[in-house]
Structures are given as structure tokens and as C-alpha cells.
């Protein structure tokens, strides 16, 4: 069955730590990954998305992520995080040959930035 | 473009009641997608359709759901009768195309409270 696992339910950090958001995912064919972040109130705005080749991807925010098909894993990092990005925060698979956009989402992790 | 619209924001009403909840998607994207929202179980899809047709509605919870849309344009999620454990937040996203690089694009969301 497809399905995608965050392991961490919530994390704090301290302003200017490096952050690293676990996601791990189950899908039978060849995955296309996403991470989304939702702040309070507002809907999910896509930070990156992996479908194919480097499988260190950059995204929006000085966020990025990297696929390893070995572990199926697909963890999210910032360098430095800044008390903007508390947040909440989710890894989705979809995808395959007939990918729609059609996604499975995790559970989500909630960020606590400490200042 | 303005994005997904979604409407209402909120909205509050009474066990028994019928809900409406309206999206429109971006132009030009054929695939539109309603997700619900709760602390229980996060993000699941619950139907989405294919150029205005309904492609599978297996995450609709009962037959008080139903999803219909008329044109390309415009979709509506209705419930009826409400009831308090339908409170939650419902997101309609689209996108286009199929295949690699689709994603979809949300809504802000509407939060729905059953009383």
C-alpha cells in the first residue's frame, strides 16, 4: 500500500539551528515527492518537489531535500532556520507514469522555532 | 492567476443542516481534487476529477458526501445532513496535465464547524 510516515510529530529548534524533517514513503511504482508547508490559517504551499535526476533538490526558503531510494527516504533541511518557519510542515508521494498530482500526504510535522 | 478559490473560509452551522463548499480552480488545469483536513487523520483525499469527471470518489466518508462539477470552472463538495465530526478543514486543489511535473496548487481551505 502507498503511504507516507513522519516519524517526528512535532520538533523545536533554536533560531539559526539547521533543521532536518524525516519522510519516509512506501510507493510501488516510481515516486514523485513533495514537501508542502502550511502555516496557521492558510493553505499548503509547495517548498520542492523531486520527480526525476539530482536527487538533491532546492527549493523555495533556502529549504531543501534529499531522495534516497535505498531508504526510501526523502528528509527535508534548512541550514539555518529563522522564526518564519515555524510552521506546519508535509512530505506526500504521487506519481508514477500516470502522476495526475493526485498525492498522499504524511501526517505532518509540526515546527517550534525557539528564539 | 489568482490561484484555487475557495469559498467560504469559514463556515459554522448546525448538526442536520446542509453544507456547501465551492472551489475554483486555476484556468486551464483539468484535474481538481477535494483533500480533508483533521487532527485524526490529516490529509486524505477524498475525490477528485478528470476534465469535470468524477475519477474516483473512494475517500468520499458516506453517502451524506457528494462532489459534483458542472463545468470547468467550478466545483462544489456538498454534505447533507452535517454532522459534528465532519468539522475540518477542506482543501480543493487542481493541476494539470499528467505526468512529469504536474503538482497541484491549493486553496486556502475552508474550516467547516458542525455544532
Redesign the interface.
Known amino acids: 500500500a502507498q503511504s507516507v510516515t513522519q516519524p517526528d510529530i512535532h520538533i523545536t529548534v533554536s533560531e539559526g539551528a539547521s533543521l532536518e524533517l524525516r519522510c519516509n514513503y512506501s510507493y510501488g511504482a516510481t515516486p514523485y515527492l513533495f514537501w508542502y508547508v502550511q502555516s496557521p490559517g492558510q493553505g499548503l504551499q509547495l517548498l520542492l518537489k523531486y520527480f526525476s535526476g539530482d536527487t538533491l533538490v532546492q527549493g523555495i526558503k533556502g529549504f531543501e531535500a534529499e531522495f534516497k531510494r535505498s531508504q526510501s527516504s526523502f528528509n527535508l533541511r534548512k541550514p539555518s532556520v529563522h522564526w518564519s518557519d515555524a510552521a506546519e510542515y508535509f512530505c506526500a508521494v504521487g506519481g508514477g507514469s500516470s502522476n495526475t498530482g493526485k498525492l498522499i500526504f504524511g501526517q505532518g510535522t509540526t515546527l517550534q522555532v525557539k528564539p | 492567476d489568482a490561484g484555487?478559490i475557495q469559498s467560504p473560509r469559514h463556515e459554522v452551522t448546525e448538526m442536520g443542516q446542509e453544507v456547501t463548499l465551492r472551489c475554483k480552480p486555476i484556468s486551464g488545469h483539468d484535474?481538481l481534487?477535494w483533500?480533508r483536513q483533521t487532527m485524526m487523520r490529516?490529509?486524505?483525499?477524498l475525490i477528485?476529477f478528470?476534465n469535470n469527471v468524477p475519477i474516483?470518489d473512494s475517500g468520499m466518508p458516506e453517502d451524506r458526501f457528494s462532489a459534483k462539477m458542472p463545468n470547468a470552472s467550478f466545483s462544489t463538495l456538498k454534505i447533507q445532513p452535517s454532522e459534528p465530526r465532519d468539522s475540518a478543514v477542506y482543501?480543493c486543489?487542481?493541476?494539470r496535465g499528467?505526468?512529469?511535473?504536474?503538482?497541484?496548487?491549493?486553496?486556502?481551505?475552508t474550516r467547516l464547524t458542525v455544532v
Do not use: K, P
Open positions: 484555487v484535474y481534487f483533500y490529516g490529509l486524505e483525499l477528485y478528470n474516483d482543501f486543489a487542481s493541476s499528467t505526468g512529469f511535473g504536474t503538482e497541484a496548487f491549493f486553496g486556502q481551505g
